[in-house]
Every structure is written in structure tokens, then in C-alpha cells.
């Protein structure tokens, strides 16, 4: 089955720019998705084919796919940003096609 | 505006039948226009994907859980369900239905707020 690795954490000062990685066997040839969770809440999509925002998510969020890489691009990051970011596939490559998540990234902001 | 809502019995026991429903408002479940899906999350663990179901009946499920599972769709109360047999404490999770759009591979646009599922006896 496919698998998205996703780092387990990512630190970054306010004001800096965040990245978010998942990596994915030729990922760039995929959708990729991107979820932002804060605690004790429902997963938010804040990115999704690859690069598109939804309305109401800022433009500092952005995203891109290449290769085995996709990533996910926090500009002039805030406290509020701080949570767990997931990436999604729908993997159609095996006899059961299906949803793939990544791991998971916690996005701390010292 | 489509909102999901899920409901059903937060403690189970082990060996027993986990059920959920999630019940769609502000649109049509028969819209032909989502797929419906089921999403769990252990504490303090990552999203893991149950399974799908479009308006037609046909699904999709987790090769790791399809055994166990089984969604299925009212559309008279437009709603759907999902049923995971002999569950044991590893299915302990928050239990979240989630919308795609049809078009595949889309995304989770709408998420239920989630249920949380203890198995204990």
C-alpha cells in the first residue's frame, strides 16, 4: 500500500516561514491534500490539488508537488498556526483503491 | 452550507458491534455530488481512513479494516452509518464522517466535530 511520511515536528520562529514535507513514492504525480488540526478539534483543509486554497484560508498558506515531495508552505507564520498538519492521497495504485493520510506534522511556533 | 453531525454509543464492549451515524443538513445525501466517508483518530495519533460510500451504494473500504466494516447510506433519513465488528481496545478512537466531492481524488471539504468511541468492558 502507498505511504505518505510526513516529519514527526517542525519548529519555527514567528514572523519566519514554516515547511511542512511528505514524502511519497512519485507523489508529484498525485493530489495532494492538506489538513490543518488544532487540539481537540476536526481536521481543517487548508490545501488541497496540490496548491489551491480554500476561501477563508489565508494566502500565507500554500502548497506545492514535485517528484517525491510535496509540501506544505507556511509564510510569516503566527501563533495561531500552531498544530498538527496532515497530508491526504487517494492512492488508485492497488487492487484497493483508497485514502492515504501522512503521519502527521506538529507545527510548533517557539 | 452542508454540516455532518455523528451520534451513537460512546462505550463499547470488546467482541461487540461499534455503530455510528452521521446525519447530513443543509443539503441532499441523494445530491449525487459527495462521496461519504468515515475517518478515526486514536489519542494523540494520526487520521486513519475507514471507508466511503457514494449515493449508488457503492464503497470503498481500508484494506486493513474492510473485514470489519461495513457503511451503508439512508437516504430517507438522510444519513449514513457505519458498522465495525469485534472491536477490541486498539479501535478506541474519535470517529469522524467527512465529505468528498464526487470527483475523486478530491478532498475532505466538511468534517463532522467527531465522536469519541471507548472500548472497555
Known amino acids: 500500500s502507498y505511504v505518505l511520511t510526513q516529519p514527526p515536528s517542525v519548529s519555527v520562529a514567528p514572523g519566519k516561514t514554516a515547511r511542512i514535507t511528505c514524502g511519497g513514492n512519485?507523489?508529484?504525480?498525485?493530489?495532494v491534500h492538506w489538513y490543518q488540526q488544532k487540539p481537540g478539534q476536526a481536521p481543517v483543509l487548508v490545501i488541497y490539488?496540490?496548491?489551491d486554497r480554500p476561501s477563508g484560508i489565508p494566502e500565507r498558506f500554500s502548497g506545492s508537488n514535485s517528484g517525491n515531495t510535496a509540501t506544505l508552505t507556511i509564510s510569516r507564520v503566527e501563533a495561531g498556526d500552531e498544530a498538527d498538519y496532515y497530508c491526504q492521497v487517494w492512492d488508485s495504485s492497488s487492487d484497493h483503491p483508497g485514502v492515504v493520510f501522512g503521519g502527521g506534522t506538529k507545527l510548533t511556533v517557539l | 452550507q452542508v454540516q455532518l453531525q455523528e451520534s451513537g454509543p460512546g462505550l463499547v464492549k470488546p467482541s461487540q458491534t461499534l455503530s455510528l451515524t452521521c446525519t447530513v443538513s443543509g443539503g441532499s445525501i441523494s445530491s449525487g455530488s459527495y462521496y461519504w466517508s468515515w475517518i478515526r483518530q486514536p489519542a494523540g495519533k494520526g487520521l486513519e481512513w475507514i471507508g466511503r460510500i457514494y449515493t449508488s451504494g457503492s464503497t470503498n473500504y481500508n484494506p486493513s479494516l474492510k473485514s470489519r466494516v461495513t457503511i451503508s447510506v439512508d437516504t430517507s433519513k438522510n444519513q449514513f452509518s457505519l458498522k465495525l465488528s469485534s472491536v477490541t481496545a486498539a479501535d478506541t478512537a474519535v470517529y469522524y464522517c467527512?465529505?468528498?466531492?464526487?470527483?475523486?481524488?478530491?478532498?475532505?471539504?466538511?468534517w463532522g466535530q467527531g465522536t469519541m468511541v471507548t472500548v472497555s468492558s
Open positions: 490539488y496540490d496548491s
Open positions: 467527512a465529505s468528498q466531492p464526487w470527483l475523486t481524488p478530491a478532498a475532505f471539504d466538511i
Open positions: 512519485n507523489i508529484g504525480s498525485k493530489s
